[in-house]
């Protein structure tokens, strides 16, 4: 079992910067490959990013290419999402999710493939 932790979100004005942060607990989570995931009012669930977990691997949905950078730390047992130049439509709950597999980029996206996910953490983008 795997207990995951969101934390970060917040209003940001477009343009701006958020770090959210994913505390990961239970056994064997510094294992787990971590993904990124948001989901606007009325929008499905749609992947940002993932990392697996020794942090050699990373992939990033288009709307985040260049924006946004995942990271890894096993020490702490967290993984982070840097989002640079935020715009409105990045406006959703942000969710963390972990996977016992090693993804490949073609994998990373399909959400049934994590089996833990956290509460979620709100990016509000507004002027």
């Known amino acids: 079992q795997v207990q995951l932790v969101e934390s970060g979100g917040g209003l940001v004005q477009p343009g701006g910067s958020l770090r959210l942060s994913c505390a990961a607990s239970g056994h064997n989570a510094n294992f787990y490959g971590k993904g990124w995931f948001r989901q606007a009012p009325g929008k499905e669930r749609e992947w940002v990013a993932t990392?697996?977990?020794?942090?050699?691997?990373?992939y990033y949905a288009e709307s985040a290419k260049g924006r946004f950078t995942i990271s890894i730390d096993n020490a702490q047992n967290t993984v982070a999402l840097l989002m640079n130049n935020l715009k409105s439509e990045d406006s959703a709950v942000y969710f963390c999710?972990?996977?016992?597999?090693?993804?490949?980029?073609?994998?990373?996206?399909?959400?049934?493939?994590?089996?833990?996910w956290g509460q979620g953490t709100q990016v509000t983008v507004s002027s």
């Open positions: 999710a972990a996977t016992p597999r090693e993804l490949t980029a073609e994998e990373a996206a399909s959400a049934t493939l994590y089996d833990y």
């Open positions: 990392i697996n977990w020794t942090g050699s691997s990373s």
